[in-house]
């Protein structure tokens, strides 16, 4: 089983950058693919970005694509979603999860208890 941990939300203006972390529990976590989705009330998780077992593969939604970027460190069982030029749009609770490296929420088996992430224009 796997536990997670997200840090890093905040309120950011328009522009501007915020790096959020996930720590994960357990000695297994290089055997996860990992993912980041992010959730507005009242509508459905959306994804963001996946990354494989071993960080060589990364995928992206289009609404982030060139802004964000998924990173992980599996020596300190951490995945990093680094984000840049940050949108109101992109305002939301985000939350990363662990499972088959895919862009379906269904395919993650656990998952953390989000951070809010809000970008003021």
């Known amino acids: 089983q796997v536990q997670l941990v997200e840090s890093g939300g905040g309120l950011v203006q328009a522009g501007g950058s915020l790096r959020l972390s996930c720590a994960a529990s357990?000695?297994?976590?290089?055997?996860?693919?990992m993912g980041w989705f992010r959730q507005i009330p009242g509508k459905e998780r959306d994804f963001v970005a996946a990354i494989n077992r071993s960080g060589g593969s990364t995928y992206y939604a289009d609404s982030v694509k060139g802004r964000f970027t998924i990173s992980r460190d599996n020596t300190k069982n951490t995945v990093y979603l680094q984000m840049n030029s940050l949108k109101p749009e992109d305002t939301a609770a985000y939350y990363c999860?662990?499972?088959?490296?895919?862009?379906?929420?269904?395919?993650?088996?656990?998952w953390g208890q989000g951070t809010q992430v809000t970008v003021s224009s």
């Open positions: 357990g000695r297994t976590f290089s055997s996860y693919g």
């Open positions: 999860a662990a499972g088959i490296t895919s862009t379906r929420s269904s395919d993650y088996s656990y």
